[in-house]
């Protein structure tokens, strides 16, 4: 049989992806002030564009998560409609990155940044947050950021509900908000306690757009999303590809001429959940390949079938974002959740020191060569039936050794 090279793979599933709407989906990529320039022809395009909440902003229905170390790919990401960029204090440079092209797109792209979480603690000053936004501005290269957020809420490293609730948060806001820095605000998460922040957040009307990490693999915060979006809060999927990073981690795909992460992004759209999406885009052929599923508002039967496979594979190594059953039965306070992530920034992001970094900041008090002698009531307590204990011990060797 004759192979199918990536790039002319990447052509076809574009030009065949079932269940990608034409009809009002085919609209030339335009921000919230003026149409693009036209492409050069063969450049992957966003053809869908939604209402992101309250904001009066239409953005793609894929965004550009972070990753991106080159500005040309960045200006490449624009140039194909891709009107809405997630970036952040710690992701170490990407605000610098896009800096270098956004005065370019300043007014067709909306930039949403996050505050370093560490930062954002019970007791932060307003005075320590304005100036921390000041800085992101200066590395954006702009005067103002679309929609600044607090990151990780829910995770309990970084404080409880009362680290939310803090007011320095909310008149950091209203000033950048009165001094044209900031237009919009919200909130990001993937913390195992993260819907009962997202709640609280929504019903004290404190965020105009919401960050979330999900996908097939997750449930419990639909709910959430949909009382959001009745108060006409902006809601954005991540983690959305935390799955695995190639088809050939997958026994069952290895022989397939498929492309099933492209199913994984495919659930997220056709789940009507949110507004857009954002993915990790590190190279020109990961925005093609991702791109040629925009507009999907169904899955087709193909679709499901390889959901199924990655799931009967990867489901029981998966730590969902947001869950927390297992984080109460642990007596000796490993976080389990964050641990596994770290390991999935190394092992499927290759953000392996970003990972190493992450890792290393947690106490060796709370490591797992605590588990030793442990009964490991937390696989019990595991509702998707991960070997916790081995998960954790090959991420600490992994994280600590690589
Ligand atoms: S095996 Fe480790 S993570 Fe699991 S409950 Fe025991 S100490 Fe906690
Ligand atoms: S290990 Fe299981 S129970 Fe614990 S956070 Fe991950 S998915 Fe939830």
């Not at 419990?220 to 990073?245: N, Q, S």
């Amino acid at each position: 049989m004759r192979r199918v090279s990536r790039r002319e793979f990447l052509r076809t599933t574009a030009a065949l992806t079932a269940g990608t709407t034409a009809s009002g989906g085919m609209l030339a990529a335009c921000g919230q002030q003026g149409a693009l320039a036209s492409p050069a022809p063969g450049t992957p395009r966003v053809r869908r564009m939604k209402p992101l909440g309250k904001t009066g902003w239409r953005v793609g229905d894929i965004s550009a998560g972070s990753g991106q170390r080159d500005p040309a790919l960045v200006n490449h990401l624009f140039e194909c409609g891709l009107n809405l960029i997630d970036t952040g204090a710690q992701y170490a440079g990407h605000e610098e990155v896009i800096g270098k092209v956004l005065p370019k797109w300043r007014d067709r792209v909306f930039i949403l940044d996050k505050w370093d979480p560490p930062l954002v603690t019970a007791t932060v000053t307003k005075a320590a947050l304005l100036e921390a936004l000041d800085v992101s501005l200066k590395k954006l290269n702009t005067t103002y950021i679309d929609c600044m957020m607090i990151h990780s809420i829910g995770h309990p490293r970084y404080g409880g509900l009362e680290r939310i609730q803090n007011p320095a948060i909310y008149e950091a806001w209203d000033e950048a908000k009165r001094r044209g820095m900031v237009k919009f605000t919200g909130a990001s998460s993937h913390g195992v306690r993260m819907i009962e922040e997202l709640e609280w957040g929504i019903d004290n009307n404190r965020f105009d757009v919401i960050l979330v990490g999900a996908n097939f693999l997750t449930r419990g915060i639909e709910p959430t999303l949909k009382k959001a979006r009745a108060k006409g809060v902006g809601t954005i999927a991540m983690k959305t590809m935390t799955i695995y990073k190639s088809d050939l981690n997958v026994r069952s795909l290895q022989n397939e001429q498929t492309n099933a992460r492209q199913a994984v992004l495919k659930w997220v759209l056709a789940s009507d959940l949110f507004d857009t999406l954002v993915v990790s885009m590190r190279n020109y052929d990961q925005v093609a390949e991702y791109l040629a599923v925009s507009g999907t508002t169904r899955l087709t039967a193909q679709d499901r079938h390889y959901l199924e496979l990655v799931k009967a594979e990867v489901g029981s190594r998966y730590c969902r974002p947001g869950c927390r059953a297992c984080f109460d039965a642990c007596p000796r306070g490993v976080p389990v959740a964050d641990i596994l992530r770290y390991g999935m920034y190394f092992e499927h992001y290759g953000d392996q020191k970003f990972a190493m970094q992450r890792y290393a900041a947690i106490p060796v008090a709370h490591r797992p060569s605590r588990c030793a002698g442990c009964s490991a009531p937390c696989e019990e307590a595991c509702p998707y039936g991960l070997r916790v204990r081995a998960r954790l011990d090959e991420t600490d060797h992994q994280l600590r050794f690589a």
